[in-house]
C-alpha cells in the first residue's frame, strides 16, 4: 500500500483550473481498484490519495499521469507501507508482513 502525498507548488488559481481533469484522473483510479481514499490536505496545501498496488515503478508512473504533475502545479512523495492492521471495513487490504 501506498500513502501519496501531493504538495501544490503554485498558487491556487492554477490548482483549481486543473482540478476538472485531476478529479477525472481520480476517478479513472478508483474505477481500475488502484486508489481507496484521498482527499485535500487541511490547510488547504496539497492532498493525500491511499493507493494499492506492490508495484512502486508504476504508482511513480501513475503520480507522473496527474492532471496537476503533468501541469507542475504539484510534487509527490510517495510512502509504501504494509497495511498489517485495519479497521474492520478495510479488512480486504490487510496485508501480511513479508517472510
Do not use: N
Amino acid at each position: 500500500m501506498f500513502v501519496l502525498e501531493l504538495t501544490y507548488i503554485a498558487p491556487i488559481e492554477r490548482i483549481d483550473a486543473a482540478l476538472p481533469e485531476h478529479v477525472a484522473w481520480l476517478d479513472a483510479h478508483y474505477a481500475s481498484g488502484v486508489f481507496i481514499a484521498s482527499g485535500r490536505k487541511v490547510p488547504r496545501d496539497g492532498g493525500i490519495i491511499l493507493a494499492l498496488g506492490d508495484d512502486r515503478k508504476k504508482i511513480e508512473e501513475i503520480t507522473k499521469s496527474d492532471p496537476f504533475s503533468v501541469a507542475g502545479v504539484c510534487e509527490y512523495t510517495i510512502t509504501e507501507f504494509v497495511a498489517t492492521k485495519t479497521a474492520p471495513a478495510l479488512e480486504p487490504y490487510r496485508q501480511e508482513l513479508p517472510s
